[in-house]
């Protein structure tokens, strides 16, 4: 690929986001949805990946940590931007708090895995395997798909889901 | 509408460096107009290609810059992912615009480095590194705030500005672009750069 078809792909690798749709994992009281890690530039030594989890329970859990074969090691990050725009992206200590009743986003701009020295470029298409590990839920292997944005069910059309600060625009360019 | 931000000055990275805590106060226009002085200064760097790269070779035409590293899984790659769009959407007149991308974290991004990373963006983006020192001196004329903050395993993560400098052919600050902001905004004050 040339850099500028490859610049393509990575801007516009969110239009063919959504040709699979991640079925929800369970695991004990808790689901996994939409799961997604960005695809990463040659070389990139880190990558995100995103998630929601919801917990049905009647406790508290906590995403402490994941593991992948695809990566030297994987540790969950909150991402926040200053007033006057400095970029900050830290370790969430003690691990991601899942309330009981509540929904918890891993999305742009906020929460995300940070796979940390990927053993290959991760491409639009592919997969990534990940385990979650849950404080009293314990560990659970969730497929990761490569894309731009969560996948959707089939069918579904519109605006892509989680578009806040940090995601792409729907803007791709079109292919000359 | 006239919005004010101010940039953090102080580049906490370097012991060795003046001013911190000092702020610039930019007062930004839409449209924006030229602003003077405050940023930019002369420095020393090298390319992805491992040449050097100087102030010098910023003039003469507009430029934009973004400082980031290539450690970050967010920002700095759909910065530059915007960026490329931009710049195929600008067709031929691309070729007026010089787009930098500088690191701030040059203890990791050596030029090969810069050189793969940028691979899978829009070829007209120059990447930029330097030793710590030459680094700390760009950042803090540019006024880009960076610091090293370490996470588990022993590595760690930047800290940084995430703001598009516009920059004119002589080298003067002509706005900022915000991250997030939308790509007509951000193409409409490009164009107007260009205009400039
Ligand atoms: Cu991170």
Known sequence: MTRMTRALALAGAMMVAGSAYAQPVKLGALTITSPWVRPTPPGAPSAAGYLNIVNHGSVTDRLVGATTPDAASVQVHEMSMTSNGVMKMRPVPGGLAIPPGKTVALAPGGYHLMIIGPTQEFKAGESVPVTLIFKHAGKVAVSFPVANGPAKPAGAMGAMPGMTMGAMPGKAPAKP | ?????????????????????????????????????????????????????????????????????????????????????????????????????????????????????????????????????????????????????????????????SFIYLMTAKGDLAGLIDYGEPDTKAMAAIRRLLRS
């Open chain 2, 1 to 161: 509408m006239n919005r004010r931000i101010f940039m953090g000055a102080g580049v906490v990275a370097a012991a060795a460096l003046v001013g911190v805590g000092e702020y610039l106060m930019i007062s930004r226009t839409e449209p924006p107009t030229p602003l003077t002085g405050g940023v930019g200064g002369a420095f020393r760097l090298i390319d992805d290609n491992g040449k050097p790269f100087t102030n010098r070779d910023l003039l003469g035409k507009p430029a934009m810059i973004y400082f980031g590293y290539t450690f970050c899984p967010e920002v700095c790659p759909t910065t530059l992912t915007h960026m490329s769009a931009w710049l195929h959407a600008l067709g031929p007149e691309a070729g007026k615009l010089r787009a930098v991308f500088v690191t701030i974290d040059p203890a990791r991004d050596t030029a090969v480095k810069m050189k793969e990373y940028l691979s899978g963006f829009d070829p007209n983006i120059i990447g930029l590194t330097g030793t710590p020192a030459e680094i700390a001196t760009i950042a803090r004329d540019y006024k880009v705030y960076y610091k090293k903050v370490p996470i588990p395993g022993g590595s760690y993560t930047m800290d940084h500005s």
